[in-house]
Nanobody
């Protein structure tokens, strides 16, 4: 079983910064893709950024140049550094991991979500 725990959300003023963390634990061989999604009230969940084990990263156009995804494979952890935050970044942010486990093979795992609110 894989447990995915996020942290780092909160309330920040426009122009401020936050760093989200997501750590996976349990029976894990490797984590291929690590990513962050977000869902604002009344909207569909959308991809924010993801990082592959090969080292490539991809970002939504709305966050390019402001957000940076990084990963620590030894700790099974992915981070999202968010700078120059805007009110439209307000959402619940979810971590998504594509994990290889010994008993179930590859599977998608989600965190519980962490609220990010950008407001003055």
């Amino acid at each position: 079983q894989v447990l995915v725990v996020e942290s780092g959300g909160g309330l920040v003023q426009p122009g401020g910064s936050l760093r989200l963390s997501c750590a996976a634990s349990g029976s894990i061989f490797t984590i291929n893709r690590m990513g962050w999604y977000r869902q604002a009230p009344g909207k569909q969940r959308e991809l924010v950024a993801h990082s592959t084990s090969g080292g490539s990263s991809n970002y939504a156009d709305s966050v390019k140049g402001r957000f940076t995804i990084s990963r620590d494979n030894a700790k099974n952890t992915v981070y999202l550094q968010m700078n120059s935050l805007k009110p439209e970044d307000t959402a619940v942010y979810y971590c998504n991991l594509f994990v290889l486990t010994p008993d179930r093979g590859y599977g998608d795992y989600w965190g519980q979500g962490t609220q990010v609110t950008v407001s003055s």
